[in-house]
């Protein structure tokens, strides 16, 4: 048990260092200024950027906190605890008893006393011992919640910045269709003005170009939309203008499934959190178990009693005394109530057990989806490279031929569209592959 708690912490505060050592480094970059002039956002600044200001991430270092001071409450239960009161006790009539046919006063009907005590627990069944296990349980717990947020922070951004790097490249791709539709019209126009043409291949050109305007504006409004995505998750306003440094790439990369798999079973905050979860089951447990033994204390008190209230000299009373007193309190019977509570917790923990083996297959399968979408996207970006320029040369000899007359208008408007289809195409398999390479990381419980 000892081993697992310090791996588990270890591995928790060296991921909490790497976390403030990046927001660190990285502080003196305004968020208000996430770019200098002339530049684009990074994505290693816009990822710095959404950990600073990530609401999910805040609550998480909250319930850290939280945890934290759990925990030291905890700690305050093995310590004695002390207090004091002050009572005013009134009868109708002293005490006194009779001796000899005459009462005899005894006391006083105003009795006011002091009392300073305090209390030690000496045996609580490990009661004491396993909340303090589970509160320590719970910060480390906190900590993989931690993580956990930072990851998820972390893929979101990737995507919604590779997303709007596409977006970028959407745009591009629709002001290149319509600029060659435009060049198109007007070799069309004259060819119609000297007869070599009927009108309704101009027609043609027309409708095709009018359509390529409205995806134009369409693409426009997918890179506003994916801008303002990726400002609401650094904490800028939505509308605000963001330009990147980054462009769509690729590079090799060499996936072994098993591999990737085990990293995942090891890294993944999910797993460690479960696990944690089902040691603090185990302290749940043995919390509940402890009212099988006797619970032993060691209280000790120290009196002012006096007929007066500003506790001075008593004509009844000795001012002061103190005792020591060592309870034992044992229910010994209760109609199987603790066993029943027991029996709820390790319900509890098996239905742990069950999840974490479910979660271990979702994890797997994440695994297994990421690593096949990967390998897809490596295969797609080289026949989609191919497409591109075979689409080029394709436009480029139809375009030579239809300004000579060697081929039909019909003909050139298809070139024009595999290009066009060709190149986005391309940006949305260069997308997929970062997106894949991201999703990879994150379900290997990496990728900060």
């Known amino acids: 048990m000892g081993n697992i708690l310090s791996r588990h912490r270890t591995w928790a505060q060296t991921a909490l260092w790497l976390l403030l050592a990046v927001l660190w480094f990285a502080a003196p970059a305004s968020a208000e200024n996430p770019a200098a002039p002339g530049k684009g956002l990074t994505l290693r600044r816009a990822i710095v950027m959404s950990l600073e200001y990530s609401p999910n991430l805040k609550q998480s270092l909250a319930e850290l906190e939280k945890a934290q001071f ?4 905890a700690f305050t239960y093995f310590l004695p605890s002390f207090n004091t009161g002050y009572v005013w006790n009134k009868t109708q009539e002293p005490p006194a008893f009779r001796s000899g046919g005459q009462r005899v006063i005894v006391g006083s009907s105003d009795v006011y006393q002091w009392t300073t005590s305090f209390t030690q627990p000496l045996f609580t069944g490990m009661r004491l011992t396993s909340q303090y296990k589970l509160a320590d ?11 956990l947020a930072t990851l998820d922070v972390v893929i979101r951004v990737k995507e919604a910045y590779f997303l709007y790097l596409r977006a ?4 591009g791709v629709a002001e290149s269709y319509v600029k060659r539709l435009e060049s198109q019209l007007r070799v069309s126009t004259d060819f119609h003005k000297e007869g070599i043409i009927p009108i309704n291949d101009l027609l043609k050109v027309k409708v095709e170009l009018a359509n390529a305007v409205q995806d134009r ?18 904490g800028l306003p939505v509308e605000r203008r963001l330009e990147v440094a980054d462009k769509l790439g690729h590079h090799p990369i060499e996936v072994d499934f098993v591999q990737a798999r085990e990293e995942a ?10 696990g944690l979860q089902l040691e603090q089951a185990d302290q749940a447990i043995r919390t509940v178990q402890s009212n099988y033994f006797p619970q032993v204390n060691l209280q000790g008190s120290y009196f002012f009693t006096s007929d007066s209230p500003e506790m001075g000299p008593s004509t ?11 309870r034992v309190d044992w229910s010994f019977w209760e109609w199987g109530r603790t066993r029943y509570q027991t029996s709820q917790v390790k319900a509890g923990k098996r239905r742990l057990e069950a999840a974490r083996q479910d979660l271990q297959d979702q994890v797997d399968l994440q695994v297994r989806e990421a690593v096949l979408f990967l390998r897809e996207a490596q295969l797609n970006i080289a026949t989609a490279t191919t497409q591109v320029i075979q689409a080029k040369e394709n436009y480029r000899i139809t375009f030579d031929r239809y300004r000579n007359q060697l081929t039909t208008n019909t003909e050139l408007l298809d070139a024009q569209f595999l290009l066009t289809q060709a190149n986005t195409n391309y940006y949305n398999v260069l997308t997929i592959f970062n997106v894949a390479e991201a999703s990879l990381q994150r379900a290997m419980g990496q990728g900060l």
């Open 217 to 234: 504006v369409r693409a426009y409004n997918d890179r506003a939309l994916s801008m303002s995505r990726l400002n609401r998750l650094l």
């Open 70 to 73: 759990q925990k030291k409450e």
């Open 168 to 171: 970028i490249k959407g745009v």
């Open 265 to 274: 079973r090891r890294n993944r905050p999910e797993l460690k959190s479960l």
């Open 316 to 326: 009844f009373y000795d001012t002061t005394d103190w005792a020591i007193i060592a």
């Open 137 to 147: 349980l719970g910060v480390d717990l906190a900590q993989v919640n931690i993580m």
